[in-house]
């Protein structure tokens, strides 16, 4: 089998309701050669037996990436599902984060060799997030701004340009933003080689800009940042966050520090 043009890594730990969501997203994309490769930070054994099954019924190639439960570990997870990645382009984003159904072709589109692409995202509230079923996805009302607030989001002018902007009006705002690009887990991609040659994700960081790391040892070694958050469009399901730990936090802040201070590349503490 030919290997794909993209491999997309999506992370999940115990929530496939939400998970699901995010698959079924993959299912009407309109660029169909790409892969998901599951990076699973330890679900438990129900959680992996619905993950087995969707993938036996899924006409998407998706393969599934485990490792035992043993706190937030998603840097380890993500380095073991790149090295499992058939394609030499990565995209990654969370299992919690609907595509929009030209999400894997935007960034086919606007991959670029010695650069990195960094979307965002759409965030829903719970109410909304609920109310997504299969068919609202397949059918792609999750992406209409109308029907989102029919279903309890409420509607602000600057953050439904996430959404309602297409075409060159999506480029100018990409160009014009004052957001400054970065890796941002839940939407960026970039090649494969580019993501080994910096040795992956720093594995020494738990939750709070473990990814925005990765990107900056992207930019020392001289990747370069382009702006996509008004093309690559996804929904992020609302969810409780309690791995949210303030001390290993501010590890993360010292070990980024670090990385900008001495302009790193390479990480010791990452896939090799």
Request: glycine share 6%; hydrophobic share 35%.
């Amino acid at each position: 089998m030919a290997s794909p043009t993209i491999s997309v890594i999506i992370s999940t730990y115990n929530a496939f309701d939400w998970l699901e969501k995010t698959l079924i997203g993959y299912e009407v994309q309109t660029c169909k050669d790409f892969e998901i490769v599951i990076a699973d930070d330890g679900s438990n054994t129900e959680t992996q037996k619905k993950i087995k099954d969707y993938i036996k019924a899924s006409p998407i190639q998706i393969s599934h990436v485990w490792h035992e439960d043993n706190g937030f570990q998603k840097t380890k997870i993500l380095n073991k599902a790149l090295l499992d990645c058939k394609g030499d382009y990565i995209l990654m984003s969370d299992g919690d984060c609907i595509p929009r159904q030209d999400f894997v072709e935007v960034h086919v589109n606007k991959r670029k060799p010695g650069h990195f692409l960094s979307g965002g995202y759409f965030k829903l509230p719970m109410e909304t997030s609920l109310a997504i079923t299969r068919m609202v996805i397949l059918e792609q009302k999750c992406f209409d701004i109308k029907w989102l607030m029919d279903h309890g989001f409420n509607s602000s002018c600057i953050k439904n340009l996430k959404i309602t902007a297409s075409g060159m009006k999506a480029e100018l705002l990409n160009r014009i933003t004052p957001t400054t690009p970065s890796w941002n887990g839940h939407n960026s991609s970039g090649w494969k080689k580019d993501l080994l040659e910096i040795n992956g994700f720093d594995e020494r960081m738990q939750y709070g800009g473990e990814d925005r790391e990765l990107g900056e040892r992207l930019v020392n070694a001289g990747i370069k940042p382009i702006q996509i958050r008004f093309s690559a469009i996804c929904v992020h399901l609302d969810h409780s966050r309690g791995y949210v730990n303030e001390e290993a936090m501010e590890v993360n802040r010292q070990i980024r520090a670090e990385t900008k201070r001495s302009k790193k590349t390479w990480t010791e503490f990452g896939i090799k």
